[in-house]
């Protein structure tokens, strides 16, 4: 918008002197044509005429160059005017944008730190559960009773009827044997 702005004022500059130069040299042909017409020498009475057609023919192209200055200036004042309210609208967008960019970068940078530390605390939490999981497996295979196999219970009585055939073979070798200490220690009792 710049570029383009110097480029008109460029455009204007040279157009307006070029402009201007012809107003002034049409107003001076103008001044000497009338100056030179309006002498009392009548030497230049025959072309009276056509000196009038002449001037009349410049003051024509006077107006014409004097209008297109006049539309040249304001034309130039309106893209003046619209690129300085451009530029106003411009720079207030830009300080706005740049406004939000700044309040963006520090939400985005609080969302960052929140997700860390809530990352963090996943990871905390995650660690607390995998703990707590593992010692609860622990508790359940110690504490909730299992159901015994049929196969595990036959195991389980046949070995008890062992057990118990075995003491009650032990306890019958002890009868046999407090009954022979007993017979025996009544007769050293009769012994004696």
Do not use: W
Not at 107 to 136: C, P
């Amino acid at each position: 918008m710049d570029k383009l702005r110097a480029e008109e004022k460029a455009a204007f500059d040279k157009n307006s002197a070029e402009m201007e130069k012809g107003v002034k040299g049409v107003q001076l042909a103008l001044k000497v044509l009338n100056e030179y017409y309006a002498k009392d020498d009548k030497a230049h009475s025959s072309a009276d005429g056509a000196g009038s057609g002449i001037i009349g023919l410049l003051e024509v192209c006077e107006a014409d160059f004097t209008k297109g200055l006049s539309e040249m200036v304001a034309v130039e004042r309106t893209a003046v005017n619209e690129y300085e309210v451009t530029s106003k609208e411009n720079s207030i967008t830009k300080a706005t944008k740049e406004q939000d960019v700044k309040y963006k970068t520090k939400e985005y940078k609080g969302l960052d730190k929140d997700t860390t530390d809530a990352n963090g605390d996943r990871a905390s939490v995650q660690t607390e559960l995998d703990a707590v999981n593992q010692y609860y497996k622990g508790l359940q295979e110690r504490c909730i009773a299992k159901p015994e196999s049929y196969a595990e219970r036959v195991k389980r009585r046949e070995a008890e009827i062992a057990g118990l055939k075995e003491a009650l073979q032990i306890l019958d070798g002890e009868a046999v044997l407090l009954q022979r200490s007993t017979k025996h220690a009544l007769r050293g009792v009769q012994a004696h």
